[in-house]
């Protein structure tokens, strides 16, 4: 099956602080990148995505980032909160088998 | 006005024992998953389903089955079941042909004894 390789797998950055997480993959046709947080005891929830056709997307304190030539995509978010810790997913579906494959996660704490 | 929803939320078992994990979408979606998140946190995809018909299988033993009475519902039923079963099993579900969100049901805590 598809390999999707996450990391880190734990990230602590202080209030205030960025955080960066990279997901690199193997089949090139994935066309699909989407990001999902898990809090905890929670579903995960889907909260940016991007498709192949761009570059880049940016909602508020988060964006994602794509480079299909490299195959790797990365969220990044600025003025990281409390509220930012949970355990991060990044995905990957071709669009044509109805296989969302997810990475490995990663747990980000955001300390005072 | 649960999007997906999954019955039951917790589930504890002697080993040996069989038991089913339910998963019902209103959302009008094409395609069901079920997923498994083990104490490690990893979401591995277990089956794929688009339109009652089965798309995914990844190696997972026999004794799990899917069943998919109608396309807005997608059952597991677990034979035999074993320690490593133990884990959280979610239900998701989104549009067919993928770019599209996926939508999670709130988790089913198997543990196995």
Redesign the interface.
């Known amino acids: 099956?598809e390999n999707v390789e996450q990391h880190p797998s734990t990230l602590s950055v202080q209030e205030g602080d960025s955080a960066v997480i990279k997901c690199t993959y193997s089949d090139s046709a994935s066309?699909?990148f989407?990001w999902y947080k898990?809090e905890l005891g929670?579903?995960?929830?889907?909260i940016i995505?991007i498709?192949s056709n761009v570059g880049e997307k940016k909602d508020q304190r988060i964006a994602v980032t794509l480079n299909k030539t490299a195959k790797h995509f990365s969220l990044h978010i600025t003025e990281t909160q409390p509220e930012d810790s949970a355990?991060y997913?990044c995905a990957l579906?071709?669009?044509?088998?109805?296989?969302?494959?997810?990475g490995?996660?990663t747990?980000l704490q955001v300390t005072l | 006005d649960t999007a997906v929803s999954q019955t039951p939320k917790y589930l504890v078992t002697q080993m040996g024992n069989d038991k089913s994990i339910k998963c019902e979408q209103n959302l009008g979606h094409d395609?069901m998953?079920w997923?498994k998140q083990d104490s490690k946190?990893?979401?591995?995809?277990m089956f794929?389903?688009?339109n009652k018909e089965l798309?995914?299988n990844?190696t997972v033993p026999n004794r799990f089955s899917p069943k998919s009475p109608d396309k807005a519902h997608l059952n597991l039923h677990i034979n035999s079941l074993e320690l490593g079963d133990s884990a959280v099993y979610?239900c998701?579900s989104?549009l067919?042909?993928?770019?599209t969100?996926?939508f999670?049901?709130?988790?089913t805590r198997l543990t196995v004894v």
């Not at chain 1, 579906?93 to 997810?102: I, M, N, P, W």
């Not at chain 2, 067919?96 to 770019?99: L, T």
């Not at chain 2, 999670?104 to 988790?107: H, V, Y």
């Open positions: 099956g066309n699909y989407p898990q929670k579903r995960p929830q889907l995505d498709r355990v997913f579906d071709t669009g044509t088998a109805s296989k969302l494959t997810f490995t996660g747990r | 395609t998953y997923y946190k990893f979401l591995k995809i794929s389903y688009n798309i995914i990844e979610f998701a989104n067919a042909g993928g770019f969100e996926a999670f049901g709130q988790g």
